[in-house]
């Protein structure tokens, strides 16, 4: 019975300092990682200068975040607010779609880019492949605003329907969080 009692404490007190060299990796791992990915953050800007890149505004210069907003950025060509912008994750068929979405002061949109997705390769992820998808988001407003399967303005991608819905049914949800973030 001693023999047990020893060797189960001798197991703990090798468990616990595994456990404590454990905990000692893991913190100075995440340390590091931390610090890399704020410096990778930091080269890539914020999501204003992500979506002065992407063109989501044509012709804007700079965005700007709404006051007390948390997704909507306005969009200025200078000193005058040509419309707004937004970079947020909706559900895709497979996965989160992060989209961005442009447009201009009366909601109507300007510009829309699949930034990630992992939809079924091939299939779905044809709405990020096919940029003529996304153009034709352009000059569309919230009326119009989902497949022409279902009396919308908006083409599905033949074999990608579902993806195609769901990337429409993101615009029109980011564009009703920016309505409510502006008003």
Same mark, same amino acid.
């Given at each position: ?45 914020? =999501? ?6 992407? #063109? @989501?505004? $044509? &012709? ?6 709404? +006051? *007390? ?61 096919? =940029? ?6 352009? #000059? @569309?407003? $919230? &009326? ?6 279902? +009396? *919308? ?31």
């Amino acid at each position: 019975m001693a023999e047990t009692k020893d060797s189960t404490v001798s197991i703990l007190i090798k468990l616990t300092i595994v456990a404590v060299v454990a905990s000692v990796i893991l913190t100075a791992t995440f340390g590091v990682t931390q610090e890399q990915l704020a410096k990778l953050a930091e080269a890539a800007g914020g =999501p204003d200068k992500q979506l002065l890149e992407m #063109g @989501v505004v $044509p &012709d804007a210069t700079k965005f700007k975040l709404v +006051g *007390g907003g948390e997704i909507c950025y306005e969009a200025y060509s200078g000193s005058d607010l040509i419309g707004y912008g937004a970079m947020v994750e909706v559900q895709g068929m497979q996965d989160m779609l992060t989209l961005a979405v442009g447009v201009d002061p009366n909601f109507v949109v300007t510009g829309v880019v699949v930034v990630s997705q992992k939809e079924t390769p091939g299939i779905g992820d044809k709405v990020q492949k096919q =940029p003529e998808f996304t153009a034709q988001f352009a #000059g @569309v407003g $919230p &009326d119009g605003l989902a497949l022409t399967s279902d +009396g *919308g303005e908006i083409d599905g991608i033949s074999g990608a329907t579902i993806s195609s819905g769901y990337v429409t049914a993101g615009v029109l949800e980011i564009i009703g969080k920016m309505q409510e973030e502006v008003s």
